[in-house]
T-cell receptor
Framework: KAGVTQTPRYLIKTRGQQVTLSCSPI?????VSWYQQTPGQGLQFLFE???????NKGNFPGRFSGRQFSNSRSEMNVSTLELGDSALYLC????????????FGPGTRLTVL | GIQVEQSPPDLILQEGANSTLRCNFS?????LQWFHQNPWGQLINLFY???GTKQNGRLSATTVATERYSLLYISSSQTTDSGVYFC???????????FGTGTRLKVLA
């Protein structure tokens, strides 16, 4: 069974731009969660989607948004990029809503210049 | 919110040595996972262990939920074990994992 895939793997943007990251969960998994990892703040939960609905949200500004499609694939969008948004963005999938056992993708490394 | 502390923050071992990594959490949890983050950033699942003991090859883990801690044991360490080990917990009803700050392990040949 294929693992969680994320595209693109690397991205360079400039301040003020917006970016969209994509995540395809393990086949059969219906929950997708997003995390941000930075050297200063560590790994922080962004949000979780299940059955195309956002179920949980972390403490991030409204510039961070996401959505989930009927095939469980998810996208995350960051608008008006700031230098501090430079991070590794990790997506995780699980078969059921809520934490349970999560499986992570390889991540998208975003650099904002 | 719940606090997750991992110790030690850094660990250097000679190949073949054994080690114990600890994860303390400040509230009751009903989900707990251990991960190994490789140099490319990928989080590799080691154990899903909200309670009890599990073993997988040279690795084993124990979670004592009533005392709010979990231990990860690495025996006969190898250079490929190097990386950062994270503990992540989720409390009942929150459905989101809170990660510890990690233990950075370096195994020397």
């Amino acid at each position: 069974k294929a693992g969680v895939t994320q595209t693109p793997r690397y991205l360079i943007k400039t301040r003020g731009q917006q970016v969209t990251l994509s995540c395809s969960p393990i086949s059969g998994h219906r929950s997708v969660s997003w995390y941000q990892q930075t050297p200063g703040q560590g790994l922080q939960f962004l949000f979780e989607y299940f059955s195309e609905t956002q179920r949980n949200k972390g403490n991030f500004p409204g510039r961070f948004s996401g959505r989930q499609f009927s095939n469980s694939r998810s996208e995350m969008n960051v608008s008006t990029l700031e230098l501090g948004d430079s991070a590794l963005y990790l997506c995780a999938s699980s078969w059921k809503q809520g934490a349970r056992e999560q499986f992570f993708g390889p991540g998208t490394r975003l650099t904002v210049l | 919110g719940i606090q997750v502390e991992q110790s030690p923050p850094d660990l250097i071992l000679q190949e073949g040595a054994n080690s114990t990594l600890r994860c303390n959490f400040s509230d009751s949890v009903n989900n707990l996972q251990w991960f190994h983050q490789n140099p490319w950033g990928q989080l590799i699942n080691l154990f899903y262990i909200p309670s009890g003991t599990k073993q997988n090859g040279r690795l084993s883990a124990t979670t004592v939920a009533t005392e709010r801690y979990s231990l990860l044991y690495i025996s006969s360490s190898q250079t490929t074990d190097s990386g950062v080990y994270f503990c992540a917990v989720a409390t009942s009803g929150t459905y989101k994992y809170i990660f510890g700050t990690g233990t950075r392990l370096k195994v020397l040949a």
